[in-house]
């Protein structure tokens, strides 16, 4: 027995030298280089794209298996500018052959030197990468699944098993990478150089180092960190890294990936440290010009935050943003990329948007500005929005500012939710304090169909309107306390078809206000002025009012109102007209009546006085006002207005003019001092 087992040992011995023997004798005296044509033409047919080995190619078994070539090159698709996809100055590997067939893989060393990638999009959008390796028909693998004593055939998953029990690379480097991007549909163009990555003693049992660095447009950038070590039990391994990029950004990632074949999860911990988000977009190249009004906007940046997830859900936790002088507390779950659901809260406790604004002067080139702008919406009206990703998502947020300023206003806690789904989505309530009042609102957007649906409410209560305009709009318009209610609702994605079909109602009450820029008292003292009944002085452009009251209804676009009134104490105004939205253009008639009485602004009772209408016509922009002389007669002297024959006699002469011209004066004058007296038709004798 003991001969036995000797001469089966010997015997397995000799049989292992001869093996050896002969793979020595294999690499060395077999050249491999006869076989380029055969291994050029399999891989180009394989991968879809010429292969070329231009220099050297080795073969070797033992001690080591390995393979090395030099000049290597992989044709680009036609079409394409670029000669060559990929090329590599030189590559070789060395790793056992036994352990693989235990699933284990240990490798010597795996060095690329010079690999140079040239990527390119066509105007098209083709990319030079797209379709490599690709086969039609792919033929999927199978195995046998024991269950009791039945057995069946199933598609076997790539996900079904981790594929190595264990793996150790001694050495791994790449050295003097390239990689060129040019998309010819936008223009941009990247360069990455440089590109370099090292590590050593790879395993899964241990902790591995490694080390990253490349120059991205010729700024460099590095990542350092470690990884592993990768358990079994769990499936997990943690990471470590630190990525730096420019001297100007420095980010912070760690946590563990978890089962990265089945689940792919991760928990990490993020933290990017102050930066300046105006510089990075100017150093990346990024076609976004930031041209803001403040010099010191975007200037510094830092972000932390908790991040879990898979492949199809993301959740942040913990989130904080620091953005110049603002900071945000946030966090945000979303689940189903491809039919979203998205709950966040957003906390902000205050911001200037003014700072991020372009700065804007006024000048001769606002209105060429108007009519860009004008002419950009209605370009952008004509395309068709898709609104087919919005009826996937489902929604529910919160947001809370604490202080907003915004085109010189300001606005004060702000809160507002947000939930919907269906492409039905409400933002209810929308509520904030400004100018010592409060507004709530809420809005309903409806996207079922293409035609999209909005609908608003708006009340406003105590708010100092004159301050408010002054700040917004720089305009001194109005002054006084607003009260209003709105209620609209309206179709499409455009201004025109907005404009078109907005309908609605509303009211607006202001109270112990003026008229800015409007001076009815004035108008009155002109007339008297023009006849020689008075001296003219100067009067400050305004109509004070007691109360300003004006119901509205919007009907296709049309602004319509029938009973706005004022009331002041020697003044009371009735205005109706329209405006209309869709041209632009005003077609108002103001019919103010100086009454006899100084009561003050209690005084509300209906009063006898002297109208004078007045008729607001033109376009938004340019506005005009003028006495409406016709209507004055006939408001205060009835309808038997003099005849057209009789005032051409008049003025040419016939009958006794003078006479006749020296009273209508004092008719005139007769009917301008009845103003203060409040009595109607009367004249000095």
């Known amino acids: 027995m003991k001969k036995i087992i000797k001469r089966l040992i010997i015997g397995s011995g000799i049989f292992f030298i001869l093996i050896v023997i002969s793979l020595i004798i294999f690499s060395k005296f077999i050249k491999v280089e006869k076989y380029k044509p055969y291994i050029e033409n399999k891989v180009s047919r394989e991968i879809g794209l010429p292969l070329k080995l231009n220099g050297d190619l080795s073969f070797s078994l033992f001690p080591w298996a390995g393979i090395s070539f030099t000049d290597l090159s992989i044709g680009n698709p036609p079409g394409f500018r670029e000669k060559n996809l990929l090329t590599i100055k030189s590559f070789k590997v060395k790793m056992k052959l036994l352990p693989l067939l235990s699933k284990k893989i240990e490798v010597k060393e795996f060095v690329v030197e010079e690999p140079c990638l040239f990527l390119e999009k066509q105007k098209n959008g083709k990319g030079n990468w797209e379709g490599i390796g690709e086969k039609k028909d792919k033929i999927p693998s199978y195995k046998i699944v024991s269950k009791g004593n039945n057995k069946k055939i199933e598609k076997k998953s790539d996900k079904d098993e981790f594929p190595i029990k264990s793996i150790f690379v001694k050495k791994i480097e790449v050295k003097n990478g390239f990689v060129q991007y040019n998309d010819d549909t936008n223009g941009d163009k990247k360069n990455i150089s440089d590109l370099s990555f090292n590590t050593d003693n790879v395993s899964l049992d241990k902790p591995v180092d490694f080390d990253f660095a490349a120059k991205i447009n010729g700024y460099l950038m590095s990542i350092k960190g470690k990884a592993g070590e990768f358990s079994k039990q769990t499936k997990q391994f943690p990471i470590d890294l630190n990525i730096k990029f420019a001297k100007l950004i420095n980010i912070n990632i760690k946590g563990k990936i978890s089962d990265p074949l089945k689940k792919k999860q991760f928990d990490l911990k993020l933290n990017i440290s102050p930066f300046s988000p105006k510089k990075l977009i100017k150093l990346t190249g990024i076609p976004l010009t930031i041209i803001t009004s403040d010099p010191s906007a975007l200037t510094s940046m830092d972000f932390n935050a908790g991040i879990k997830g898979d492949p199809e859900n993301i959740s942040v936790s913990k989130g904080v943003i620091n953005i110049d002088k603002s900071k945000v507390d946030f966090?945000?779950?979303?689940?189903?990329?491809?039919?979203?659901?998205?709950?966040?809260?957003?906390?902000?406790?205050?911001?200037?948007?003014?700072?991020?604004?372009?700065?804007?002067?006024?000048?001769?080139?606002?209105?060429?500005?108007?009519?860009?702008?004008?002419?950009?919406?209605?370009?952008?009206?004509?395309?068709?929005?898709?609104?087919?990703?919005?009826?996937?998502?489902?929604?529910?947020?919160?947001?809370?500012?604490?202080?907003?300023?915004?085109?010189?206003?300001?606005?004060?806690?702000?809160?507002?939710?947000i939930y919907g789904k269906n492409g039905i989505f409400n933002i209810k309530p929308v509520s904030f304090n400004m100018y010592n009042g409060s507004v709530l609102s809420d809005f309903k957007l409806n996207v079922v169909t293409n035609t999209p649906k909005t609908f608003i409410n708006i009340k406003a209560d105590k708010i100092n309107a004159g301050l408010m305009l002054n700040d917004f709009m720089k305009k001194n318009i109005i002054e006084g306390t607003l009260k209003s209610i709105i209620s609209l609702n309206m179709k499409g994605d455009s201004v025109e078809k907005i404009k078109k079909n907005l309908n609605g109602n509303g009211d607006f009450v202001f109270t112990d206000g003026a008229v800015v820029g409007v001076d009815i008292p004035g108008m009155i003292h002109n007339l008297k002025v023009s006849i020689g009944l008075a001296e003219k002085n100067k009067t400050k452009q305004r109509t004070d009012f007691s109360e300003l009251h004006s119901p509205f209804t919007i009907k296709n676009g049309i602004f319509d109102t029938s009973g706005t009134t004022m009331t002041s104490p020697v003044l009371r105004v009735k205005i109706k007209g329209k405006a209309d939205l869709n041209k632009e253009n005003l077609n108002f008639r103001v019919e103010p009546k100086f009454v006899a009485t100084l009561k003050g602004q209690g005084d509300t009772k209906k009063r006898s006085g002297i109208i004078l209408p007045i008729l607001v016509k033109g376009s938004f922009d340019y506005p005009k006002f003028k006495p409406d002389y016709k209507g004055i007669l006939r408001e205060n002297f009835g309808k038997s207005l003099p005849k057209k024959d009789d005032l051409k006699n008049l003025i040419k002469g016939k009958g006794s003019s003078s006479i006749k011209f020296e009273s209508i004066k004092k008719s005139a004058g007769g009917l301008i001092n009845s103003f203060l007296s409040g009595s109607k038709g009367t004249s000095k004798k």
Request: glycine residues 4%.
């Open 331 to 417: 966090s945000a779950d979303i689940k189903k990329f491809s039919k979203p659901d998205i709950t966040f809260n957003f906390n902000m406790d205050s911001i200037d948007i003014d700072k991020y604004l372009p700065a804007f002067e006024k000048s001769d080139t606002e209105k060429v500005t108007v009519i860009k702008e004008k002419t950009e919406i209605q370009e952008n009206s004509k395309k068709q929005i898709n609104y087919a990703p919005l009826r996937k998502l489902v929604i529910n947020g919160k947001i809370n500012v604490g202080k907003i300023k915004v085109h010189g206003g300001n606005i004060e806690k702000l809160y507002v939710k």
